[in-house]
């Protein structure tokens, strides 16, 4: 029987990508990422963004599969997750959110 899978988030700049990591044999999968994956993603989303309206999904979180070129919307990187595992997927995926030049936002208030 397969460990349970949870999701690892790597932040590095704007850039946001998930892997997935079995539990029971504690070791993450290699998701051999780089920086062209990067670049595809920012290539499909830019073409769904001129395809579609996303005023309604403003402040959403995207997940992108450049492989596949799929696209997922959820309220969080954990709801996209939990849609991807209800479907078997467990691919890496760049995330954005709606309307956002970054998904995180570094720094305290002043």
Same mark, same amino acid.
Request: charged share 25%.
């Given at each position: ?22 539990? @029971? ?16 993603? @920012? ?17 959403? =979180? ?10 997922? !919307? ?19 995926? !760049? ?6 030049? =970054?998904? !995180? ?6």
């Amino acid at each position: 029987m397969k460990g349970k899978k949870s999701a690892v988030v790597d932040r590095s700049g704007h850039t946001t990508i998930m892997a997935h990591m079995d539990t @029971k044999a504690g070791a993450m999968k290699s998701s051999n990422w780089k920086e062209a994956d990067s670049r595809k993603a @920012k290539q499909i989303w830019a073409a769904y963004q001129q395809q579609h309206d996303l005023s309604e999904r403003s402040g959403q =979180t995207v997940g992108i599969d450049p492989a596949s070129g799929r696209i997922w !919307f959820g309220e969080s990187i954990q709801d996209i997750v939990s849609q991807r595992d209800a479907e078997g997927l467990d691919s890496p995926l !760049f995330f954005e959110r709606v309307g956002s030049a =970054t998904y !995180f936002r570094k720094g305290g208030r002043q």
